[in-house]
Structure formats: C-alpha cells, structure tokens
C-alpha cells in the first residue's frame, strides 16, 4: 500500500496527520462564517501534485463533515470520513507526477482539536473568531495536507456579519458587501504550511504602525478593537525597531507586510502565523515581559513561516531562535545584555531536571520552555564559537538561502559548516540538542 493509503510518512509528532504522498501547490478557500451561531459554510478547491501512484487521497479535516467532493470535474462517487480524515477514492490511479484538482464542500459547526497541546485550531472568541493553528489545528476548519513541510499558495475568503474585519494571510485583494454581509478575500502567494493559515474575525479597524518612518520597507498594521486602539498603539510602538533589528541581524523581512491582531479578550500566549500575529488585550503594555512576547511573535516571521522545520522534532530551529532573537532585542532596547539573558537561562536550566533532547523532544514536550531555552542557548554557543561577523554572516545566508522553504537540524548544520570555513557545526550543537547534561555555559575567550 503507498504511503497515501496508509498515512505512514506523516509526521509522528503529529498524531498521523498529513501525508507525503502528494503536495497541494494551492488553497483556495471561500467560507461563509456565520458568527452568532458559529456555523462554517465552506468551499475547498486545492489545486495538488501526486508524488507517488495513489488509489486514494486522504485529507485531515475535523469535526466538519464534506457533502460533495469533485476530482477533476467530476462528482466523487465514494467518500468516507474515518477518525480525522476525509479519504477520498479516485475512479482511476492517479499516477506519480499527475496533477490533479479536488473541489470539497464542507460544513458544520468548527470547534477547537483537542490533544496533547490543549486546544488548537478554530476558536470562538467573545465576540469573533481566533484561529491557533500550531501544530496540527489546520484540519479544524479546512480540508488539507496538514504536515509542516507542505507548503502551499492560498486565497482565502471570508463572507461574515456586516461590522467585522476577517484577517487572513498575505494580502487583501477585495473588500465587497452585499445586504447585511461582507465578502473579504485574501491572497498570499510566498509558500505556507498549513498550520501557519489563519482567519480571525473581530469588529477589528487597520491603523498603521509606521506610516511616518520612510525608513520602514515593511508596511506594519495592527487590526485591533476600536476601544483599544490607544493600547495597541503604546504596546506596539517599538515593533519598528524590532523590524529594523531583526532585518540588520536575520537579512530582509520575508513577505511583503504584517500586521498584529489585538483580541478583546484576554489570551494565555500570544500567537504567530504567517505574516500575522495574534495577541491579547493583555499583552499591549510596556513591560519587558510583554515586549519580548511581541518580538519572539515578529521573528517567527523568519523562523518558522519562512524557514519551516520539515519533521516537528526540529522545532528549536523555530523556538530556539525566536527565543534568541527575545535576547538581541533585550540587548538593542537598553534593556538587558545577551550575555546576561544567556546566563539567567543557563542558570534557570541548570536548577531543573535534565532530561530532555531539545533536538527531538516527542510530541508531549515539543512546546516546553527548555526547548526554548536551550534552543537559544545552543544559537548562542555557536555565536560565541565563530564570532559575530561569521554568526551573523551565516544567519543572513541561512534564511536567503532557504526562504519560503523547509529545514531540518542537519542542513542548519551542513549550511553553517559550509559557510564557516573550518567550522564542526555538530561538535558545537550537539550537546545542546542531543545530552540530557546541560552544557557549561557558553562564553567568549
């Protein structure tokens, strides 16, 4: 049986989802959201690839149910929704190297996935819609390839009450209203993984960020309630200097804009998906705690949405560096040195259990702060190791060289050797990644 049949190539951190059996090159969705009673009415083309002969296609959709399905054109005699998946039989083999077009209507009444992580995917907020895709909430509210290292165009659009803004990824390429409803559509065409798409619904109005800076080559925004627009303002002032640090220390910001969206409602964590971050009424204040948040948010951007990990036991090349790049900001602000910060971690991580592979750390522990923590600790040991010049030479060639792609532990490791001359990238990283025994701390000769 091909890996399409049976799931076999999907990402074990992820329960079984997604499959490398085909790619979907593009989503196209159009969903009508109906808020006061949480209803999804959607449509789903997705326009894929076959990597290998299929009999069968299997999509991960959740706690919504198809009721048409057309391939190619033509109706889909026989579907079946079993566990979390929509398996989809084809009349004929479709051959290695086929494309080929699936066109899916879905409905039903989306809620959260429940797992290991909580709740992850569609949420309703007190007065809207949240989406919280990582790592596997994708499959809440549209049929997909629900793996990291599927990477995908979208157009998304979204028909919701009169008086409310839907944030999608990318760019909005049309606003349109008819009777008591409005029509939004999103288009984003850089590549993005399915848990990275994102629709939140609010009565959100756009304020620009930094539209005085003409030293600013991103356009920022933040999409935020009409009462805490002053907050957001305050809370979001700095982020410009945040842009332009990551842009001097990571190379050029990866998409075309981002904007940040502030909730009513107050949120445990902030939230990042492409080009868009999500955060709560209580993360807009001035305070270290949540200004950091706001960074580690913006430099997912660069870790994580454009470099993305192909397999989830790789999640420090997200974590690790956003983490890091708390601690550059910490450094540029005023605030605190990087020596500094690296010591309060090293510290922190040497009072607690040691027992944990941030390199592969299994699905329960994915998200764990030692994976941050350590992470960042392990970017700054091979700082420390080749110096700044070389440490932030090879960071810059890293994301050009792999923008818009998929990355793993080994090629960071290949990459850095081969742009470092005599450099033994894997002598440096693996006892971060791979000992349970915390490393001596890092520190300049």
């Given at each position: 049986?091909?890996?399409?049949?049976?799931?076999?190539?999907?990402?074990?951190?992820?329960?079984?989802?997604?499959?490398?059996?085909?790619?979907?090159?593009?989503?196209?969705?159009?969903?009508?959201?109906?808020?006061?009673?949480?209803?999804?009415?959607?449509?789903?083309?997705?326009?894929?690839?076959?990597?290998?002969?299929?009999?069968?296609?299997?999509?991960d959709l959740v706690g919504l149910r198809a009721?048409?399905?057309?391939?190619?054109?033509?109706?889909?005699?026989?579907?079946?929704?079993?566990?979390?998946?929509?398996?989809?039989?084809?009349?004929?083999p479709i051959e290695s190297g086929q494309q080929f077009v699936l066109d899916i209507r879905y409905e039903g009444n989306p809620q959260p996935r429940r797992g290991l992580w909580g709740e992850v995917g569609w949420e309703e907020l007190t007065d809207g819609v949240l989406v919280a895709g990582q790592p596997n909430g994708a499959a809440s509210w549209f049929p997909c390839n629900d793996h990291p290292?599927?990477?995908?165009?979208?157009?998304?659009?979204?028909?919701?009450?009169?008086?409310?803004?839907?944030?999608?990824?990318?760019?909005?390429?049309?606003?349109?209203?008819?009777?008591?409803?409005e029509t939004w559509v999103y288009e984003h065409v850089q590549p993005m993984a399915t848990y990275l798409a994102t629709?939140?619904?609010?009565?959100?109005?756009?304020?620009p960020?930094?539209?005085?800076?003409?030293?600013?080559?991103?356009?920022?925004?933040?999409?935020?309630?009409?009462?805490?627009?002053?907050?957001?303002?305050?809370?979001?002032?700095?982020?410009?200097?945040?842009?332009?640090?990551?842009?001097?220390?990571?190379?050029?910001?990866?998409?075309?804009?981002?904007?940040?969206?502030?909730?009513?409602?107050?949120l445990e964590i902030p939230l990042e998906a492409q080009t868009v971050s999500i955060f709560g009424r209580n993360h807009m204040r001035d305070?270290?705690?949540?200004?950091?948040?706001?960074?580690?948010?913006?430099s997912h951007q660069w870790f994580g949405n454009s470099l993305t990990v192909s397999s989830w036991k790789d999640i420090w090349l997200h974590e690790g560096f956003a983490c890091y790049a708390e601690w550059l900001w910490s450094e540029e602000s005023g605030t605190m040195g990087v020596p500094a910060r690296a010591l309060a971690a090293w510290k922190k991580l040497d009072g607690g259990p040691q027992d944990l592979l941030v390199g592969d750390p299994g699905p329960e522990l994915m998200f764990d702060d030692r994976v941050y923590k350590r992470g960042a600790l392990a970017v700054h040991a091979l700082r420390v190791k080749v110096g700044d010049e070389a440490f932030f030479g090879f960071l810059q060639h890293w994301t050009a060289a792999n923008r818009h792609c998929s990355v793993s532990t080994e090629s960071f490791i290949e990459a850095a050797n081969a742009f470092v001359p005599g450099l033994d990238a894997g002598s440096v990283l693996r006892p971060w990644l791979y000992d349970a025994a915390l490393p001596p701390l890092p520190s300049a000769r």
């Open positions: 049986m091909t890996a399409a049949t049976t799931n076999t190539a999907a990402d074990p951190y992820t329960l079984d989802h997604g499959s490398t059996g085909y790619r979907v090159d593009r989503y196209e969705l159009d969903l009508d959201v109906r808020l006061g009673s949480n209803r999804l009415i959607g449509r789903a083309v997705l326009r894929c690839t076959a990597l290998e002969t299929m009999s069968q296609v299997i999509l009721s048409k399905i057309q391939l190619d054109g033509k109706k889909v005699q026989k579907f079946s929704q079993r566990s979390e998946h929509l398996v989809i039989a084809a009349q004929a290292r599927s990477k995908s165009s979208f157009l998304i659009s979204v028909t919701t009450d009169d008086n409310y803004r839907p944030v999608c990824n990318g760019r909005l390429v049309s606003r349109t209203r008819k009777s008591s409803r629709v939140q619904i609010g009565r959100y109005g756009l304020i960020l930094n539209a005085n800076d003409t030293h600013q080559r991103v356009p920022q925004f933040a999409a935020v309630p009409a009462g805490l627009a002053e907050d957001a303002r305050m809370g979001l002032r700095r982020q410009p200097d945040m842009m332009r640090t990551f842009e001097d220390c990571f190379g050029p910001y990866p998409f075309a804009e981002y904007t940040s969206v502030v909730t009513e409602d107050e305070t270290w705690e949540a200004q950091r948040l706001i960074a580690h948010e913006l």
